[in-house]
Nanobody, 114 residues
Framework: QVQLVESGGGLVQPEGSLRLSCAAS????????MAWYRQAPGKQRELVAN???????NYPDSVKGRFTISRDNAKNTVYLQMNSLKPEDTAVYYC????????WGPGTQVTVSS
């Protein structure tokens, strides 16, 4: 079965950086688009980045220029490099397919605070 495991979160000061990782198993990773989502307390889950199997990337305006999604098909892993972090980036971050077709992993908490 499909398993997604996120890691790399933590507490960071405003303007700091973090790199998140998501290891996928149970799928032929290289043929799928992948996406990162986040969910802040009391808010709906939102997509923050996606990457196609061929490497094309897309971001909402809220993170464009600050977040970078990448993938390593040899490691079945997708990454999210987050720079210039803001307090409003505080959330639990998850990975999944852009159409949310797989069971959600545990997520990784990102807290941006001074």
């Amino acid at each position: 079965q499909v398993q997604l495991v996120e890691s790399g979160g933590g507490l960071v000061q405003p303007e700091g950086s973090l790199r998140l990782s998501c290891a996928a198993s149970g799928i032929r990773f290289s043929i799928y688009s992948m996406a990162w989502y986040r969910q802040a307390p009391g808010k709906q889950r939102e997509l923050v980045a996606n990457i196609a199997s061929g490497g094309y990337t897309n971001y909402p305006d809220s993170v464009k220029g600050r977040f970078t999604i990448s993938r390593d098909n040899a490691k079945n892993t997708v990454y999210l490099q987050m720079n210039s972090l803001k307090p409003e980036d505080t959330a639990v971050y998850y990975c999944n397919h852009p159409d949310e077709r797989w069971p959600w992993g545990p997520g990784t908490q990102v807290t941006v605070s001074s």
